[in-house]
């Protein structure tokens, strides 16, 4: 059982540290596991929990409710519908069957599709609204799309916590309470962005505005360690959602008879000569969490591919599938790579990419193995990278 901890006076962790998960969603890799952070808020008339947690683990969640002697809970804040945050929600409810759950109306209807709790079960709250638990009161804050349609932040105003659901999380099992080294949580949190929530970037510009004026002395999300030095995750928000790109070149390729991988070897070592700073990925045996983490700040992608049945590597597509989906600030995007009879490649992943409104530089396709003049081409595409990257002001 995880030790319960306070944070402030009768506001206590009461959540579960899974070491040993994976894998998220079946396909986000989890090199550090991760948690399901719920928290109980003791005020001096009313009991609230902040969330529960995956239902593989809500024996934890109750054992630590338990623990410290909770009889009854009048309200569990749901700032997120989905199951790792809300999967143990009926057995709670089940336990204290006097508690409501406190949600946007979008949250309720979602809570009542996926965990088939009654509809009157639940209290509805608006942007902005508070709720007083006698000596403490909690405020609403809708903040959508971080990362679902329904989500909302909860404010303890008289101490000064964010629970910020998923924004501002990582997945990282650790038993620090707060972060205590920071680039460790650096690496977990812009993991957790990149695979998460990028994808709303530009959204969460507009949450990040919402909560600018809020005196916050604690972040406590719902993945990973509370922040009791907020503006560390702020500032590291702020300088992932803005615009600001950096002169990066994300390379992710497949190379079957190596061909392929003479092409990338060759224009990594351009780019490197023109001072410009490479990550490289072989998809064969890349984590794709690292992938989605270098594509944070990149300007390029060049994506390298072999070719199979006249098409891209079936890796490189689904690559190249979830480069589109994660919505990245990219700029520019080139294909090189070669063919034995025919390739289409081009057209394919150029298409897969569309919505991303990429400018497609020249592209370096080449017959069997590469010639000098596709050493050329190659060279040619790093100049092009190079310039492209001065008009548009990336920084180092
Ligand atoms: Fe951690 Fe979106 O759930």
Not at 129 to 151: C, D, M, Q, R
Not at 300 to 318: D, E, F, K, Q, W
Not at 368 to 392: M, Q, Y
């Amino acid at each position: 059982m995880v030790k319960s901890k306070e944070l402030k006076p009768d506001v206590c962790y009461v959540g579960a540290i899974d070491w040993n998960r994976r894998l998220f969603d079946e396909l986000v890799p989890l090199p550090d596991g991760t948690s399901y952070n719920s928290y109980l808020i003791k005020g001096s008339e009313k009991t609230a929990l902040i969330d529960t947690v995956d239902l593989p683990m809500v024996d934890v969640l109750i054992n630590n409710l338990t623990r410290l002697g909770i009889k009854n809970v009048d309200y569990v804040i749901a700032n997120h519908a989905e199951q790792d945050h809300s999967g143990g929600l009926p057995q709670i409810l089940k336990i204290y069957p006097e508690a409501r759950v406190v949600a946007t109306p979008k949250c309720k209807n979602m809570l009542m599709d996926l965990l088939a709790i009654p509809e009157d079960k639940f209290v509805t709250v608006k942007d902005r609204e508070t709720l007083s638990l006698g000596n403490k009161t909690l405020e609403f804050i809708y903040a959508p799309w971080v990362h679902w349609p329904e989500t909302m932040l909860t404010y303890l105003k008289e101490d000064k916590i964010l629970f910020s659901c998923d924004l501002f999380g990582s997945h990282l099992a650790s038993s620090d309470l707060y972060v205590r080294d920071e680039a460790m949580v650096y690496e977990a949190a812009k993991r957790y962005y990149a695979e998460i929530m990028m994808p709303f970037r530009t959204i969460i510009q507009k949450n990040l505005e919402k909560i600018k004026d809020l005196k916050v002395d604690i972040i406590a999300p719902s993945h990973g360690p509370m922040h009791n030095n907020p503006e560390f995750i702020l500032n590291a928000y702020k300088h992932w959602v803005f615009d600001k790109l950096k002169n990066i070149v994300v390379v992710p390729y497949v190379s079957m008879h190596g061909s392929t991988k003479k092409m990338v070897d060759y224009f990594v070592g351009a780019l490197i000569e023109r001072d410009v700073t490479v990550k490289q990925f072989n998809l064969t045996n890349a984590d794709i969490g690292k992938l989605a983490i270098s594509l944070v700040d990149a300007a390029t992608v060049v994506i390298g591919t072999s070719t199979v049945l006249t098409g891209a590597h079936p890796v490189v597509i689904y690559a190249t599938y979830l480069v589109n989906a994660l919505r990245p600030k990219l700029k520019f995007a080139s294909v090189i790579g070669s063919y034995g009879w025919g390739s289409r490649a081009i057209e394919q992943l150029a298409g897969i990419i569309s919505s991303l409104k990429l400018e497609i530089l020249d592209t370096v396709l080449c017959k069997g193995v590469p010639k000098d003049e596709d050493f050329k081409s190659l060279d040619k595409l790093a100049d092009s990278i190079v310039k492209k990257h001065k008009e548009a002001g990336c920084e180092s």
